[in-house]
């Protein structure tokens, strides 16, 4: 019903932003919840932040708190992840995924659809 791809991942220097985009096909995009998630290797996916079908609820993990910004354009059917102040731990592969769930979520098995992943790669 719903599929996800990825852009905007890159190699940035410590300290620099990287604007991610999530493109949804499908007539359902606004029904769903849109969350971001990181996998760096020989670690877990692990949640990076998330928002509500509406766009008036989000929440961040801790460790990108003040850092990233999630958002969405449910009329241009993309969500995004602004980053700011990258460091080298935030290296991962990004993936962005959506869920028809009531608010937001941080759990991966509440999500349905996934995306291919974009890199992103933080140099020191």
């Known amino acids: 019903q719903v599929q996800l791809v990825e852009s905007g991942g890159g190699l940035v220097q410590a300290g620099g932003s990287l604007r991610l985009s999530c493109a949804a096909s499908?007539?359902?995009?606004?029904?769903?919840?849109m969350g971001w998630f990181r996998q760096a290797p020989g670690k877990e996916r692990e949640f990076v932040a998330t928002?509500?079908?509406?766009?008036?609820?989000?929440y961040y993990a801790d460790s990108v708190k003040r850092r990233f910004t999630i958002s969405r354009n449910n009329a241009k059917n993309t969500a995004y992840l602004q980053m700011n102040s990258l460091k080298p731990e935030d290296t991962a592969v990004y993936y962005c995924?959506?869920?028809?769930?009531?608010?937001?979520?941080?759990?991966?098995?509440?999500?349905?659809?996934w995306g291919q992943g974009t890199q992103v790669t933080v140099s020191s």
């Open positions: 928002i509500s079908w509406s766009g008036g609820s989000t």
């Open positions: 499908g007539r359902t995009f606004s029904s769903y919840a």
């Open positions: 995924a959506g869920g028809v769930v009531r608010g937001t979520t941080s759990h991966p098995t509440d999500y349905h659809y």
